[in-house]
């Protein structure tokens, strides 16, 4: 009996530990694991990334300005034409359009140089009724014959301190009224006829003539006989060209080449008493500054 007494407060005492013990918590469900930051796997290779290269964009084309064609001379001759019709007669018009056909076409690389003188003489404010060069325009129109006779410019040269050019010297004679730049060393001609003449290095000749002023009116045909009795088979291959008409005064400028093959270049100058010729002669090519000859002549 004492025994089993014993036992069960044994059993008593056994089960109070455990009722009064320490509760066990109830165990949180695991949460899932966040992936470490990109920093964290740092030592893991990375596949390099190929990139492109940067292309500069294609520049805009740049819009170029284009010139309009010139006129044609024929366009420029009837311009000029028009004018005239506009202050003239109809006659003066009609010969004006068929005088157009003497400049077009032009002389093999003439082009430029006829066309500047038919601009000129189509603005001018001396353009006449007669089938002439205005007086502002005559060096452009003389300059027509020079390039039509295969005249080349004359080489640059330094000028004297007269404005002349190397070589060349004032020449005036008082008694015939006339006056002209010639090469150095001019003097009085051989023949009656010849006022003066002068020899330049290349050769070339030129010369100033005295003749009788023909009777009546003076127009190119008038010259062409003259030129013919003068310089006889020359003229087979003569142009005229810069007619200037005015009181005291009918000038026209020449071109030719002779079948020995020298070239001339020259000036009628007719006054109300006498003619006056003014040219040089020489090889192709070599006959000096004939400008400064032609353009600077007068005579009274």
Partial sequence: MTQRAAWLVGLVLTLGVWACGPKAE???????????P???TAATPVEPVATQPTVAPAPSPVATEVKPAPPSIREVCLAMCDKVKAKCPKSAFDACRVNCTKYDPPAEGCEDVVRTA???ARDAVDLVCANVAPESCAK???QIA?????QKPPTASEP???GLPAGFALFTSA????HAPMPEGAAAGSEPAVIATAKQASGAVYAIRKLPRPEGKLNEKAFLKMAMAQFGRCTDKMKMQGMVDKPGRTSIHFAMKCPDGAVERGLFWATDKALFIASARGPSDELGP???FLYGFEAK
């Fill in 26 to 36: 109830p165990v949180a469900p695991s949460e899932p694991q966040t992936p470490p």
């Fill in 146 to 150: 020079a390039c039509a006779s295969g």
């Fill in 118 to 120: 038919l601009s000129c």
């Fill in 160 to 162: 004297s301190a007269a």
């Fill in 38 to 40: 990109a920093a964290a």
């Fill in 140 to 142: 452009p129109f003389r």
């Fill in 175 to 178: 008694a015939e009224g006339v």
């Fill in 290 to 292: 004939t400008d400064a």
